[in-house]
């Protein structure tokens, strides 16, 4: 029998349980600590949702999430223009930074190509990111997405439009498991990875 508590607490252990790794009853615990340390997390917690939901956004550059556009890594001067990282999602570029093995650019796609969703390159950052690619700044394209079907047919479909270009276009090394994403990954191993990305046939 389900148990009623209350119109809030339900609403909130209901949104609860959708976040990633959180199940229904997770999502009780997690609601239960809340309400219990209203001063020291729920109210903090509120603030910081409501300051995010006005605040972030997405960068006009490069895709990344920010409060500020360009972002913090397409204005962070110190980092290599010449290279440019593609990933699927913000959590792939988030993991690349926490290995801290690459210094260079991003291009967020927002996805990947697939044929059964009717994902197509129009629907993802493809159109822009053949154009930052093609600028003469730009020397080098890695292909940092995930190692799936889906991830390999978006990098084989860019690294096609890029042929006839002056840009070298690279892969991650794959000591990465197949049908391993990025976000999972140890920093070891995607650190390993980027290091010994070489050039796509």
Do not use: F
């Given at each position: ?106 291009h967020?796609?927002?996805g990947?190509?697939?044929?059964l ?60 498991p ?24």
């Amino acid at each position: 029998m389900a148990i009623d508590y209350g119109g809030e607490l339900d609403r909130l252990i209901q949104l609860l349980a959708k976040l990633p790794g959180l199940g229904p009853r997770s999502a009780r615990r997690a609601a239960l600590q809340l309400v219990r340390r209203r001063e020291q997390l729920l109210l903090p917690l509120a603030d910081a949702l409501a300051r995010a939901g006005a605040n972030v956004r997405r960068c006009g550059t490069c895709g990344n999430l920010d409060s500020q556009d360009p972002c913090a890594i397409c204005r962070d001067t110190r980092r290599d223009a010449a290279v440019l990282c593609v990933v699927e999602d913000v959590a792939d570029l988030w993991a690349l930074e926490r290995a801290g093995a690459y210094r260079g650019r991003y291009h967020v796609l927002g996805g990947t190509l697939s044929a059964l969703d009717g994902v197509n390159p129009d629907d993802l950052a493809i159109p822009q990111l053949l154009a930052r690619a093609r600028s003469p700044d730009v020397q080098e394209v890695i292909l940092a997405t995930n190692a799936t079907v889906e991830g390999q047919t978006t990098a084989h479909y860019i690294a096609d439009a890029l042929t006839n270009t002056e840009v070298k276009v690279t892969a991650l090394a794959h000591g990465m498991p197949m049908g391993g994403e990025l976000d999972y990954l140890d920093d070891g191993t995607l650190g390993w990875a980027i290091k010994s990305r070489r050039p796509v046939a």
